[in-house]
Nanobody, 122 residues
Framework: EVQLVESGGGLVQAGGSLRLSCAAS????????IGWFRQAPGKEREGVSC????????YYADSVKGRFTISSDNAKNTVYLQMHSLKPEDTAVYYC???????????????WGQGTQVTVST
């Protein structure tokens, strides 16, 4: 059974940092791409970043480029999203997702975690 478990969310002041973790199990980690998405109240889900576990290729949405860094620890089957210079508009539920297809992971991945809340205060 595929499982994705996010952690690391919380409340932080604007300008602060958080690191989200996504612990994966139930599939061969190196064969998958992992993505981070977010959804704020009343807004559509947004793809934030993704990484291909096999070779470390990454993608970032323009809204987070230069502030967020995605990384993968293949030995721990875990993907991280390091977030710096957080803004109130980064407030959202952040979801981890996985798919064996690199093109599909940023659009409609097959597997999802339960989400973790990130709140950035002014």
């Amino acid at each position: 059974e595929v499982q994705l478990v996010e952690s690391g969310g919380g409340l932080v002041q604007a300008g602060g940092s958080l690191r989200l973790s996504c612990a994966a199990s139930g599939f061969t980690f190196d064969d998958y791409a992992i993505g981070w998405f977010r959804q704020a109240p009343g807004k559509e889900r947004e793809g934030v970043s993704c990484i291909r576990s096999s070779d470390g290729i990454t993608y970032y949405a323009d809204s987070v480029k230069g502030r967020f860094t995605i990384s993968s620890d293949n030995a721990k089957n875990t993907v991280y999203l390091q977030m710096h210079s957080l803004k109130p508009e980064d407030t959202a539920v952040y979801y981890c997702a996985a798919d064996p297809n690199w093109q599909r992971v940023s659009i409609n991945p097959a597997y999802w975690g339960q989400g973790t809340q990130v709140t950035v205060s002014t």
